[in-house]
């Protein structure tokens, strides 16, 4: 972070590494190299997580690390087809679940932190909502107060991990003035 | 964005200083100067927002700037008691709304990293949820298939515009392992 661009016109105070980085890379990862994802790591992510303010200044951010080949198991049963694959070879599948009870928006409000901070991590995160979420709540959350609002793919993505952008809003699809 | 701090064992690949700018300075701001927010600004928060990656790969949320004096007004109408007076002062004032239909997480994941790119502009957010979301969907978003999320305020903080963090869940309270 160096402060605008210098000559750029640029209002932003990121730098443009950093942007891609965490913005203009960020593509939704589909395959990745076999580069483990440790326990420090996901220690340090949490450590950004946290910081940020939620709109209730609620934390109910829950998420359980799917590391062993059983849990593993356990979580591609209610995975839909089309992302089991991924999921399967993904290094490290973190399940986001959210206090059922929580504010609405602070939860994924907190899901996106925790996104925007895997890729901070110099990591690609792959956000799915294709699972049952009743039969990953039983496996996952049951007995507790909380329910799985997102799965994602985390690893180091391969050259050829990802699909290109589809189209995207413009400014004044997105934006309105009153 | 310089790689990962060399010498501190970080694993983190965003400098320091980006760090704190998007996280570990990330306060909910309650007050702030009188410094406008252009929309050549607003403009280039969304050039970042919209590359993120969502669950579904929808792009549901939309943005009202509260520009006018009597926009301004009509938001303050549907505003709780506690949040109308930053309300009132903030340069700018953005409503997120997202598709009613929209699956789940998207909006606010959305929302999030609209949140996370102001901050990349160098600007504080402060999310609130606290308004009545009836009355502002009857004065914004009427006739639209667009709910409203939250309202962030958005401006540079004054030094003492925010208070301290409260008590943050360690890693052990957020993350568990199978």
Redesign the interface.
């Known amino acids: ?2 402060g ?1 661009d210098s000559g750029t016109g ?6 443009s ?12 990862a589909n395959a990745f190299t076999d580069g483990p994802v ?7 992510i ?12 609620g ?1 109910p ?8 080949a ?2 593993r198991e ?1 979580l591609l049963r209610h995975t839909s087809r089309g992302n089991r694959d991924k999921t399967a070879r993904a290094p490290l599948v973190a399940v986001l679940a959210v206090a059922r009870r929580s ?11 925790f ?3 895997v890729r ?3 990591l690609a995160a ?4 294709g699972f049952d979420p009743e039969g990953v709540d039983r496996e ?1 959350f049951a007995d507790t107060k909380h329910s799985a ?2 799965v994602v793919n985390i690893g180091r993505p391969t050259p050829d991990g990802h699909r290109p ?2 189209p ?2 413009d ?1 004044a699809q ?5």
């Open positions: 972070m160096t605008p640029s209002h932003l105070a990121l730098d590494a950093s942007q891609s980085l965490l913005f203009r890379q960020a593509h939704t440790s326990d420090e790591t996901v220690r340090e949490h450590d950004l997580v946290k910081s940020v303010p939620t709109a209730s200044g934390q951010l829950r998420v359980v690390l799917v590391r062993s059983a849990g356990r504010a609405v928006p602070d939860g994924a409000l907190q899901a996106a932190y996104i925007i901070a901070a991590a110099g792959g956000p799915m909502s996952f609002l997102m952008h589809g995207r809003l400014f997105v934006f309105s003035s009153v």
